[in-house]
């Protein structure tokens, strides 16, 4: 199985992880392969293995469990078939090649007075209201695509992000996530509004696609500290546990 093929890939590994488990090869309370034998196995990227546990997760078929893995539960589910939407990781796989091709465009095609409102937008993405700083990354990203003047890319970069609200796997994967730190996504911002008020095309597509790749990035950083923090915890509490049986 490989990118090639199209379509959602998550949801194949999820379909093929499901057969595996009705069929016994993966019984209940038995422990799934290791992430990087499933990548291996499926031909696959991280992000997209990482989709099909949470969707499993989602499902109740799995459980994932600090520092020993992701158990089966279930060997069937009347959740089983749902769909479950675009995953994170897809949406912002798109994006980045999307929005890449967008930002160059609108180099070529951005006034002043839409320059003077991405700047405002960037300043509003310095405060710590979360929400108000995630609503003017939207309103950015979108005012970029406005600059294109073309209806159809305004429409494409809205709707890649409303995908993010309406599809559970999204949610479900970015909450885990959480979001990119103030520092970075104004820095990113900046790099990407400098590149289109020099209408450079070249220098703003590398931002923007830059800035996304960095968004996988981090959401991949953010699930392995977290479990490289627990495996610590599991271990420092053990090593507690021994201390006071030696006593």
């Known amino acids: 199985m490989s990118g090639n093929n199209g379509?959602?890939?998550y949801r194949k590994i999820v379909q093929a992880i499901i057969a595996d488990i009705g069929a016994?090869?993966?019984?209940?309370?038995s422990r799934l392969p290791a992430e990087r034998d499933l990548t291996e196995r499926f031909g696959v990227s991280r992000p997209t293995i990482r989709e099909a546990m949470i969707a499993l997760e989602m499902q109740g078929l799995v459980e994932a469990r600090k520092g020993s893995g992701v158990f089966v539960l279930a060997s069937t589910t009347d959740e089983a078939g749902e769909e479950y939407d675009i995953g994170a990781f897809e949406i912002i796989e798109a994006r980045r090649l999307v929005e890449g091709e967008v930002?160059?465009?609108?180099?070529?095609?951005?006034?002043?007075?839409?320059?003077?409102q991405l700047r405002a937008?960037?300043?509003?993405?310095?405060q710590e209201d979360v929400a108000a700083a995630e609503d003017a990354d939207r309103r950015f990203h979108i005012g970029i695509a406005e600059a294109t003047g073309n209806a159809v890319i305004i429409s494409a970069v809205t709707d890649f992000w409303d995908?993010?609200?309406?599809?559970?796997?999204?949610?479900?994967?970015?909450?885990?996530?959480?979001?990119l730190g103030t520092k970075e996504r104004l820095e990113e911002h900046g790099r990407i509004l400098r590149a289109l008020e020099a209408?450079?095309?070249?220098?703003?597509?590398?931002?923007?696609?830059?800035?996304?790749?960095?968004?996988?990035?981090?959401?991949l950083h953010l699930n392995e500290a977290e479990a490289v923090e627990r495996v610590r915890a599991e271990t420092a509490q053990r090593r507690r546990a021994f201390a006071r049986r030696a006593v």
Do not use: C, W, Y
């Not at 937008?121 to 310095?126: D, F, G, P, T, Y």
């Open 163 to 179: 995908l993010r609200f309406r599809s559970p796997l999204a949610r479900e994967v970015l909450r885990k996530a959480g979001s």
């Open 121 to 126: 937008l960037v300043a509003e993405m310095a």
């Open 199 to 219: 209408r450079n095309p070249a220098e703003a597509r590398l931002a923007m696609r830059d800035h996304l790749t960095r968004v996988i990035d981090h959401l």
């Open 103 to 116: 930002a160059a465009v609108a180099a070529t095609e951005i006034d002043d007075a839409q320059l003077a």
């Open 24 to 29: 016994g090869v993966f019984p209940i309370g």
């Open 7 to 9: 379509g959602k890939l």
